[in-house]
């Protein structure tokens, strides 16, 4: 991919010269270690996004069976939960 577009950065003047050193021990271009700080902020962030969107779907469709009368109390599912958990320790 040609690169065609400059981002000026401005920051401290120790952070730079510790970033410049590591790229330098690593005997990489700290231009390339940038680009690869980018591509995983931006990868991480949209995973972030998908997964908040995935969440707020699950909720609503959640929310919806409960307000069609489909779902259960936490007082019935503990009971359920507390009457497999009797069976399981008495075949046990």
């Known amino acids: 991919m040609p690169k065609e577009a400059v ?3 401005k920051l401290e003047p120790e952070l730079r010269d510790a970033f410049m050193a590591e790229t330098e021990a690593d005997h990489r271009p700290a231009s390339q270690v940038v680009r690869e700080l980018m591509r995983d902020y931006i990868e991480r962030r949209r995973e972030e996004r998908e997964y908040d969107e995935f969440l707020h779907r699950k909720v609503e469709v959640a929310r919806s069976s409960m ?16 009457a497999r958990r009797a069976k399981t320790a008495s075949q046990a």
Do not use: P
């Open 67 to 82: 307000r069609a009368g489909r779902g259960r109390t936490n007082d019935e599912i503990e009971a359920d939960f507390a």
């Open 7 to 9: 981002f000026t950065l």
